[in-house]
């Protein structure tokens, strides 16, 4: 029988040398200028196996800010506080067709947040973190992600300074609708503790470890909410992509801007990989390639 287990070294370099070709078809994004400044040829790769194998390849000590790879862990968060009936009278659940900051979704559904995945989802559910400002917030989050996973994760000043700066007029328009809608109570607490928490920065190994939390049973999550995150991360966590690639990998997914892509394996194992380069969609270029040809080779597919 295959799985995550049956990886080894050897394959896994050669599927990596392959992936990191198709950099090629993607550009790193240019509207945060501390993000532009990203090797497109960046490459790493972290697997956690649940029976304690890790394997880790390429450029791995590049930090970098997690950004939308973060969403599913703020949407645990809650659910962990606050439980999922509540949290899902804030978040819908259902996938979008339209892009991750799509106004136009936002007002076709009448303000109310499509998914916790795509930026009105998690700009709102960002307003809802515990804490009384932003700084407490995301301080909180990060401290509790730290805990729970045994990463150093840390808000990187100086990419969260080049978001402010070049604050994405688009997310201002979502929060503003948002707020007329009433489905926020505070425009600015809602943007600053989204931005902040985008700006959750490690290494591909802490993400990896992030993953961890969401691939097993456990005494410190529910299992409710760890299903509930999961699901969504499959049905929405390469936006309008999503369903494309739950056929071609079959497992949840979580992309960033940054070039972070997280999969889990339920029950089995974890894989975290970087490379700045998207697509025309906003995800990571060569991650998807190797997550492609991983799940293929090794029947990894939940659905298989």
Same mark, same amino acid.
């Given at each position: ?141 990060? #401290?509790?992600? &730290?805990? @729970?996973?045994? *990463?150093?994760?840390? !808000? ?6 080049? /978001? ?44 990896? #470890?992030?993953? &961890?939390? @969401?691939?097993? *049973?456990?005494?410190? !999550? ?6 509930? /995150? ?75």
């Amino acid at each position: 029988m295959l799985g995550i287990k049956s990886i080894n070294i050897h394959n896994l370099s050669k599927w990596v040398e392959q992936a990191k070709t198709q950099s090629l078809h993607g550009e790193v994004i240019k509207r945060i200028p501390q993000l532009a400044v990203a090797n497109p040829n960046w490459f790493a790769v972290h697997i956690i196996c649940k029976a304690g194998e890790n394997y880790s390849l390429g450029d791995t000590d590049c930090i970098f800010p997690f950004m939308s790879v973060i969403k599913p862990f703020s949407l645990l968060y809650l659910l962990e506080h606050y439980g999922a009936e509540k949290v899902l009278q804030w978040v819908g659940v259902k996938p979008s067709d339209a892009p991750f900051n799509s106004l136009t979704q936002l007002i076709a559904d009448n303000g109310y947040p499509r998914n916790p995945m795509i930026n009105s989802g998690a700009i709102t559910l960002a307003e809802k973190l515990p804490g009384d400002n932003g700084i407490a917030c995301t301080q909180l989050f990060c #401290k509790w992600l &730290n805990e @729970l996973a045994g *990463t150093q994760l840390y !808000i990187d000043a100086d990419i969260l300074n080049s /978001v402010r700066i070049n604050r994405s007029q688009i997310n201002i328009d979502i929060t503003h609708y948002l707020y007329k809608t009433g489905n926020l109570k505070n425009i600015e607490l809602s943007l600053d503790a989204y931005e902040q928490i985008c700006c959750i920065s490690g290494r591909v190994e802490d993400l990896a #470890k992030l993953g &961890n939390i @969401l691939t097993c *049973t456990s005494d410190f !999550i529910k299992n409710q909410h760890r299903q509930i /995150v999961n699901t969504v991360m499959l049905t929405c966590g390469l936006y309008e992509a999503s369903a494309e690639y739950a056929v071609k990998i079959g497992l949840p997914i979580k992309s960033g801007i940054a070039g972070g892509l997280l999969t889990i394996i339920p029950n089995q194992g974890t894989i975290a990989s970087y490379s700045p380069a998207l697509d025309i969609v906003g995800n990571p270029v060569a991650g998807l390639a190797l997550m492609e040809t991983i799940s293929q080779k090794l029947q990894l597919s939940i659905f298989c």
